[in-house]
C-alpha cells in the first residue's frame, strides 16, 4: 500500500461515518437519479455526505504525520455526538455522526514571516489546512450497521466515495478503540 | 521573551477578539459584581470571554512548533465572521468574532499504536489536542476598536485574561496582515 492510498485509509482510522438515507438523491425516482444515487455513496454502508456537516461543532484537532504525509485534521460532530461526547455517554446513541476532516499540512511562509520578526531566534513554524485531503463519516445505527459495531463508516475525496476495498479496512482498523464504542477521537478540552 | 510567554502571546498572532461588553457580568451592579467584571475582562479592550464560542464553526486548523512549544490550535467564528469568510467579504463587519483556540500538542501512543499495526513500516505518528494552553478572540467594532484597526483583542488562560503588557502586543503583531483586515487565518476548504 503506498502512502498516497494509506492517507485515504487513515481517515477510517481518525474517523469514519454514514448518513443513513440518500435524501439528496432518492428524491429523484428515474433510473438516472437512482445510478447517482448509488455512485455518490460509499460502498458497503450505503452512505451519502450529510448536508451541512462543515458548520458541525469541533470534537478535536489532530496531527498525522510519516513519509511524504503530512495531515491536519479536525474531528466534528452533529448535535447528538457533541452532547455524547460531553456527556461521556457509550455507547454513543443512534443518529451520532462523527466526520473527520483531513487537509494536507502547508507550510504558511506569510505565517513564519510574521513570527520571524516578532519572536527572533525562536525558531517557531506555522502550518495550516492546505488543500483538502478526504473526508471520512461514522454513523450510528445499531440496528442497521449491527455487523460493524453499530457504526456505518464512509470515506469520501472531491465528493466521490472510496471503493469496496478501502471500506473494508475501516471497521477491522477501528477494533483497538472497542472499549471507547469504535471511536479513537476524544474530546478536547475548552480553553 | 520566554518561549512559554512567546506561546501565550502567539495566540495574538493566530488571532485574537473582543466581546463587547461584559453581559455576563455587568448585571450585577454591587461593587463586588463590578471588581469581578475587570477580572474577568482583558485589559485595553475590555474583552470577556464570549458564551458559548466552544460551538462556533471552524474556520481553519493550524499547527506551530518550535523548541519547547508545540500546539495544535483551531480558528472558530461567530456566524458573521463564517458569512464573511465564505463570501470573502473584507473588511469584516462590526459583530465579527473570531476565537483562535490554542491545545500543547500531545503524542497520541493509542493512536501509533493503531498506526504501527495498520500500517507497518510507514512510521506514521500521530498526535491530538492535549491541555488547553490558551484562547483568543477578535472583535470587530469599528468605531470603538477604532484605533487598532476596528478589531479588540483578548487573551485568556484558564479563563483569566493576560496582562496589558501582553495585550499591547496584539495589534502591532497583525500589522503584517492589513490587506486582510488584520486577520492571518485563511478559510480552510470543505474536503
Given amino acids: ?3 498516497r492510498a494509506t492517507g485515504r ?11 443513513a438515507v440518500c435524501t439528496l438523491y432518492v428524491t429523484k425516482s428515474t433510473a438516472q437519479g437512482e445510478r447517482q444515487a448509488e ?10 455526505i450529510p448536508a451541512g ?18 495531515q491536519l485534521r479536525t474531528q466534528l460532530g452533529n448535535d447528538i455526538a457533541i452532547k455524547a461526547f460531553r456527556e461521556g455517554k457509550l455507547p454513543f446513541p443512534d443518529g451520532t ?38 473526508v471520512q463519516f461514522m454513523v450510528k445505527d445499531s440496528k442497521k450497521y449491527a455487523a460493524s459495531g453499530g457504526w456505518g463508516f464512509a470515506d469520501f475525496k472531491n465528493g466521490k466515495p472510496g471503493d469496496e476495498a478501502l471500506h473494508k479496512t475501516c471497521f477491522p482498523c477501528h477494533q483497538p ?8 477521537a476524544r474530546y478536547a478540552p475548552t480553553p
Fill in 1 to 3: 500500500m503506498t502512502l
Fill in 9 to 19: 485509509v487513515l481517515g477510517a482510522f481518525s474517523v469514519c461515518a454514514t448518513i
Fill in 39 to 48: 455512485s455518490n455513496a460509499a460502498p458497503i454502508y450505503g452512505i451519502t
Fill in 53 to 70: 456537516y462543515r458548520d458541525w461543532r469541533v470534537i478535536s484537532v489532530a496531527h498525522l504525520a510519516g513519509g511524504n504525509l503530512k
Fill in 97 to 134: 455522526i462523527i466526520a473527520a476532516l483531513h487537509w494536507n499540512e502547508a507550510s504558511s511562509d506569510e505565517n513564519n514571516k510574521v513570527l520571524a520578526s516578532g519572536f527572533p531566534g525562536a525558531g517557531l513554524q506555522s502550518s495550516v489546512a492546505g488543500s483538502a485531503e478526504n
Fill in 177 to 184: 478503540a472497542k472499549d471507547r464504542d469504535f471511536v479513537f
